[in-house]
């Protein structure tokens, strides 16, 4: 299987990952030189219905483009069940990119029959799974664990579609968009952790809005999400910017694991640092923080 394997975290730093519409040569051959964690082609909604054939096309090119720019690469197609789905199962088979993208992912009986198609095409990576309908969030548990075909399935990642999933819930547009989704959007998150997967949040539409993203992005993380999708390239810095602990925490994780590494604390499983009793669970999280900021516990 390419990339990371089922039920565990992604492999790599998964902050950001900029969709790249299959059908723009030109966006394409400029995302390839991107700093996105993740590029993702799309073949669904960015791509008019008489240009997807193009797209699919172009796919293998773009995706080898993107691997050989040492990016992380991700193909979306359609949701199972879907017509268009069937024209894209060859082009994954063709391009074999490091993961692929489900839209509408809600129904994990549908998702193991994807899954055999791709087989058959001959790609066995990784699922992202585009959680984007009201019935997807209900049922978002059973796909990310799926307990009976858990490693068939390959799930590694859980993306929030929350454009779809706001028009599906009705809620109204404007700036309280947000606060609505909030209780959804921490359920996929709850899934995510449940089943030990990575998981980003939704796009922000207002792409020259570089405050209000970080604002949208600053929330993400608090949620507990590992990232977001991206709909231009002027949002992966202040992308990553948010997602990266602060320099508090940076320094609260190390006085942690200094604490724990002390030949004084051998064999404790708590320890009081800095006025804060720390246990087994809190070494485990700083550690974890140390490598979402890209450092060592040493460096």
Same mark, same amino acid.
């Given at each position: 299987?390419?990339?990371?394997?089922?039920?565990?975290?992604?492999?790599?730093?998964?902050?950001?990952?900029?969709?790249?519409?299959?059908?723009?040569?030109?966006?394409?051959?400029?995302?390839?030189?991107?700093?996105?964690?993740?590029?993702?082609?799309?073949?669904?909604?960015?791509?008019?219905?008489?240009?997807?054939?193009?797209?699919?096309?172009?796919?293998?090119?773009?995706?080898?483009?993107?691997?050989?720019?040492?990016?992380?690469?991700?193909?979306?197609?359609?949701?199972?069940?879907?017509?268009?789905?069937?024209?894209?199962?060859?082009?994954?088979?063709?391009?074999?990119?490091?993961?692929?993208?489900?839209?509408?992912?809600?129904?994990?009986?549908?998702?193991?029959?994807?899954?055999?198609?791709?087989?058959?095409?001959?790609?066995?990576?990784?699922?992202?799974?585009?959680?984007?309908?009201? $019935?997807?969030?209900? #049922?978002?548990?059973? %796909? +990310?664990?799926?307990?009976?075909? =858990?490693? !068939?399935? /390959?799930? &590694? @990642? *859980?993306?929030?579609?929350?454009?779809?999933?706001?028009?599906?819930?009705?809620?109204?547009?404007?700036?309280? $968009?947000?606060?609505? #989704?909030?209780?959804? %959007? +921490?359920?996929?998150?709850?899934? =995510?952790? !449940?089943? /030990?997967? &990575? @998981? *980003?949040?939704?796009?922000?539409?207002?792409?020259?809005?570089?405050?209000?993203?970080?604002?949208?992005?600053?929330?993400?993380?608090? #949620?507990?999400?590992?990232?977001?999708?991206?709909?231009?390239? =002027?949002?992966?810095?202040?992308?990553?910017?948010?997602?990266?602990?602060?320099?508090?925490?940076?320094?609260?994780?190390?006085?942690?694991?200094?604490?724990?590494?002390?030949?004084?604390?051998?064999?404790?499983?708590?320890?009081?640092?800095?006025?804060?009793?720390?246990?087994?669970?809190?070494?485990?999280?700083?550690?974890?923080?140390?490598?979402?900021?890209?450092?060592?516990?040493?460096?």
């Amino acid at each position: 299987m390419t990339g990371e394997t089922s039920s565990c975290p992604h492999a790599r730093p998964l902050r950001s990952a900029l969709y790249t519409p299959g059908d723009r040569a030109r966006a394409i051959e400029k995302a390839a030189g991107l700093d996105a964690d993740a590029l993702l082609l799309d073949l669904e909604d960015a791509v008019a219905p008489d240009r997807k054939p193009g797209a699919r096309a172009a796919a293998p090119a773009a995706i080898a483009a993107f691997r050989k720019a040492g990016r992380y690469s991700v193909l979306r197609i359609h949701a199972p069940g879907e017509a268009e789905t069937q024209s894209d199962l060859p082009c994954v088979g063709a391009a074999q990119p490091d993961a692929v993208l489900i839209a509408k992912a809600e129904d994990a009986g549908a998702l193991a029959d994807l899954r055999a198609a791709l087989t058959s095409e001959g790609w066995s990576g990784p699922l992202w799974l585009m959680i984007e309908t009201p $019935r997807g969030v209900f #049922l978002a548990e059973q %796909l +990310a664990i799926a307990p009976d075909r =858990a490693e !068939a399935l /390959g799930v &590694s @990642v *859980l993306v929030a579609g929350g454009n779809d999933l706001a028009e599906g819930l009705r809620l109204p547009a404007g700036p309280g $968009r947000r606060a609505g #989704l909030t209780p959804h %959007l +921490a359920r996929l998150v709850l899934a =995510a952790r !449940a089943a /030990g997967l &990575s @998981v *980003l949040d939704g796009v922000y539409n207002a792409h020259t809005d570089a405050a209000g993203f970080t604002v949208d992005a600053q929330e993400a993380r608090a #949620l507990g999400f590992d990232g977001k999708t991206l709909i231009h390239p =002027a949002q992966i810095a202040p992308c990553h910017a948010a997602f990266r602990p602060g320099d508090d925490e940076i320094a609260a994780a190390r006085a942690i694991i200094a604490a724990f590494d002390d030949p004084a604390h051998a064999g404790r499983g708590a320890i009081a640092v800095n006025g804060v009793m720390a246990e087994r669970l809190h070494l485990d999280a700083a550690r974890a923080t140390l490598a979402a900021a890209g450092l060592d516990e040493k460096g």
